[in-house]
């Protein structure tokens, strides 16, 4: 069962912990209640963390900017949860994500996109040049330029993507032409009717595709996912 983080409890954990490597708090709570003071704080005072996972709303470019500095050890992974208090911070800007990058070459980021973000913030949150590995856009909204913008820049990186959307035609051509872009798709779930033309895309043209979502008519919930041997 999920519980309200708060800062103090994180501060604790981070000053008894100097050589904590993993630390997940993006628990998808409906409030976030650790800030980004706190988030910084646990960066400094833990130098050997290399998985971090947050709510995107505790973080900002200052925060961030912790893992730029020389001494720092590789990072490995963030995993962001962005919901509706998003809308009150800064995003993280396409330059900062290709710096950091640079300073972390094998850094990965898993993302989820709730369904209370705002839909005009989806692509202000994914800004090209972030090293997506695993994106979950479960937001009920209209997706096919999303779909499109994360096949033109994510392709090298994107291993696993579930969108919870609304089936269209424009949309099956959408998924068409990710299937031939991100070819190491290992999992694609689609909680929406597809074309059988997609369904043979991601199977033709990802060769490390494990699991998949892909129905082409109606079942009851929840549906079963296909797992490849």
Not at 158 to 185: F, G, H, M, P
């Amino acid at each position: 069962m999920s519980f309200t983080l708060d800062d103090s409890l994180i501060m604790l954990i981070a000053t008894r912990s100097p050589h904590l490597q993993k630390l997940y708090i993006n628990n998808q709570t409906l409030v976030c209640n650790v800030t980004a003071e706190t988030v910084k704080h646990v960066l400094t005072v833990c130098p050997e963390l290399s998985t971090l996972g947050v709510f995107y709303a505790s973080l900002s470019e200052n925060v961030l900017s912790e893992l730029l500095k020389p001494e720092r050890p590789p990072f490995q992974l963030l995993e962001l949860f962005c919901e509706r208090l998003v809308r009150y911070i800064p995003a993280i800007s396409r330059q900062f994500w290709v710096t950091l990058c640079k300073r972390h070459p094998s850094l990965s980021v898993n993302m989820i996109l709730d369904h209370t973000l705002p839909a005009k913030k989806i692509t202000w949150i994914l800004q090209p040049g972030i090293p997506m590995k695993s994106l979950d856009l479960i937001t009920y909204t209209y997706l096919v330029k999303e779909v499109n913008f994360v096949a033109k820049n994510y392709h090298a990186s994107l291993e696993r993507l579930v969108l919870q959307t609304t089936s269209s035609e424009k949309l099956n051509s959408a998924l068409i032409e990710l299937a031939s872009c991100c070819v190491s798709l290992k999992e694609i779930h689609c909680y929406c009717v597809v074309s059988q033309e997609v369904v043979q895309a991601f199977i033709s043209c990802c060769p490390g595709l494990r699991r998949y979502t892909l129905k082409t008519v109606k079942e009851l919930h929840p549906w079963r996912c296909t797992v490849i041997k």
